[in-house]
């Protein structure tokens, strides 16, 4: 079995605060470390549950946060900031499922801890198909194009049902409850990874029971960005601007249109 793993920081265990998520900050150090122990705790569950292949993608803004040298070995590890057309390197459809470790729920949810939609700073939220999206759809939709589900996400509370609102069939673990955007009751990330592999297990042994996230087109994808001079610096010929702030995109191909979205 081949299993695809996307991980994003602000939804590691004892993970709440930005300075905990960005290189030459106090807390980046630690915050590096208990990253690399929940995701080698998600990889030798897959490895327990009969995984052959697993490729972890470092998916956290410079795409570089994992401590390598503390990887687990069964792991290869896909680095750096990829283009979004080639967000998942190696993706292809031979892989039985994805999963979605550490993340987030998308700008504006309440209470979420470290909400956002890919910019803290640019981007005020996105709509696809008339409905509100984020990281997690994006992302679903990324690996739906190849079919391949994805099985499991792990976050806060708000996270977690995102995924569930969104996913439909999917299996996921929360790690803390959000009480604000810095605030949360978090569990201990040593329970944390003591007890996420057995919902890592649980996912693989009912994987059929998640199918790849798909939607029907034609597409419509709208951004806001939080002021009118990022709207004005991402002006495009191929984009309708509906206001100050929002542009509308659309297109019958759903991969060309989320890689012009974010262009």
Do not use: W
Not at 12 to 23: D, N, T
Not at 158 to 167: D, G, H, W
Not at 255 to 262: D, Q, S, V, W, Y
């Amino acid at each position: 079995m081949r299993f695809y793993v996307s991980v994003d920081m602000e939804g590691i265990a004892g993970i709440v605060f930005k300075e905990q998520l960005y290189r030459n900050e106090a807390l980046y150090a630690e915050a590096r470390s208990l990253l690399t122990d929940e995701v080698n705790a998600v990889v030798e569950a897959l490895v327990e549950a009969g995984a052959t292949e697993i490729i972890v993608k470092d998916a956290h803004g410079s795409g570089f946060n994992l401590l390598l040298e503390r990887l687990h070995p069964a792991a290869v590890c896909a680095i750096g900031a990829l283009p979004l057309s080639n967000r998942f390197a190696g993706l292809h459809a031979g892989f039985d499922g994805a999963l979605l470790i550490g993340y987030h729920g998308m700008a504006g949810t309440r209470e979420a801890i470290l909400e956002h939609t890919f910019s803290y700073a640019d981007i005020y939220g996105i709509e696809f198909n008339g409905a509100p999206i984020g990281e997690i759809g994006i992302d679903a939709l990324l690996f739906g194009l190849h079919g391949v589900p994805v099985v499991f996400v792990s976050g806060d509370d708000k996270t977690c049902a995102e995924a569930e609102r969104q996913l439909g069939a999917v299996f996921t673990y929360e790690t803390k409850k959000g009480m604000g955007r810095y605030a949360g009751l978090l569990k201990a990330p040593q329970r944390v990874r003591a007890e996420i592999g057995a919902s890592v297990r649980e996912a693989v042994r009912r994987r059929a029971e998640c199918v790849p996230y798909a939607v029907p087109g034609p597409y419509e994808m709208k951004i806001t960005y939080t002021s009118t001079g990022l709207a004005d610096a991402h002006a495009s010929a191929d984009a309708e601007r509906l206001d100050g702030r929002t542009y509308r995109l659309q297109d019958d191909d759903l991969h060309r249109l989320i890689i012009r979205t974010f262009a």
